[in-house]
Every structure is written in structure tokens, then in C-alpha cells.
């Protein structure tokens, strides 16, 4: 399955969102994963899609490893747990998020 914005992929794959799991599209960016999840607030939200804002920065545990990254310049795996979020993209996910 694909999407002219998104990386091919063929399947969903699992991840947690500040609590909330998730299926969101297999080799794409956090960040692209955000869009699928909220597309029409993401691409009007102030990231730079290059990682010289930080405004995408999040706190990530990936095998049992807590790290720092942006969403996007982060690929995703399945079994990732977001668990902190900055500012920007806790405001263009409130909608999703909330509902």
C-alpha cells in the first residue's frame, strides 16, 4: 500500500503514542506517521522537515532504551513508544488525540 507522500510500505505497524497505540505506516518518519494520523493539521504545523527547527523533538523508547530524536529524522519501528512530545506536535496531534 502506498501514498504519493508516503515511503512505500506494506503493512501498519504498531507503536504507542503518549499512551495511545497506533498503527501507522512501515518505513516512513515519525514524523510522516504523524501525518497519517492528523493529515490535515501536520502539514500546516511549524516543522521545517529537516531537523533544524526541533520543533518535532520527542522523548522515544526504542528497545527498552530511552532516546532523544526528532520525528523527522526518525524512522519508525515497530513496537516504538513515544512518551514525550514537544509542544508543537502535542498541538497538531490534539485533535487526533483526543479523539
Same mark, same amino acid.
Given at each position: 500500500? *502506498? !501514498? =504519493?507522500?508516503?515511503? +512505500? %510500505?506494506?503493512?501498519?505497524? $504498531?507503536?504507542?503514542?503518549?499512551? &495511545?497505540?497506533?498503527?501507522? +505506516?512501515?518505513?516512513? @518518519?515519525? @514524523? &510522516?506517521?504523524?501525518?497519517?494520523?492528523?493529515?490535515?493539521?501536520? +502539514? %500546516?504545523? !511549524?516543522?521545517?522537515?529537516?531537523? =533544524?527547527?526541533?520543533?518535532?523533538?520527542? *522523548?522515544?523508547?526504542? !528497545?527498552?532504551?530511552? @532516546?532523544?530524536?526528532?520525528?523527522?529524522? $526518525?524512522?519508525? &519501528?515497530?513496537? !516504538?513508544?513515544?512518551?514525550?512530545?514537544?509542544?508543537?506536535?502535542?498541538?497538531?496531534?490534539?485533535?487526533?488525540?483526543?479523539?
Amino acid at each position: 500500500m *502506498t !501514498d =504519493d507522500i508516503y515511503e +512505500p %510500505y506494506e503493512r501498519l505497524v $504498531t507503536v504507542r503514542y503518549l499512551g &495511545r497505540e497506533v498503527r501507522v +505506516p512501515q518505513k516512513n @518518519l515519525l @514524523l &510522516r506517521c504523524f501525518q497519517f494520523l492528523e493529515p490535515m493539521e501536520i +502539514p %500546516y504545523g !511549524d516543522f521545517c522537515w529537516n531537523g =533544524d527547527c526541533h520543533h518535532c523533538a520527542l *522523548t522515544l523508547m526504542r !528497545d527498552g532504551v530511552q @532516546l532523544e530524536a526528532l520525528a523527522c529524522q $526518525t524512522a519508525v &519501528r515497530e513496537g !516504538d513508544e513515544i512518551v514525550e512530545a514537544g509542544p508543537e506536535v502535542r498541538r497538531a496531534l490534539v485533535g487526533w488525540s483526543e479523539g
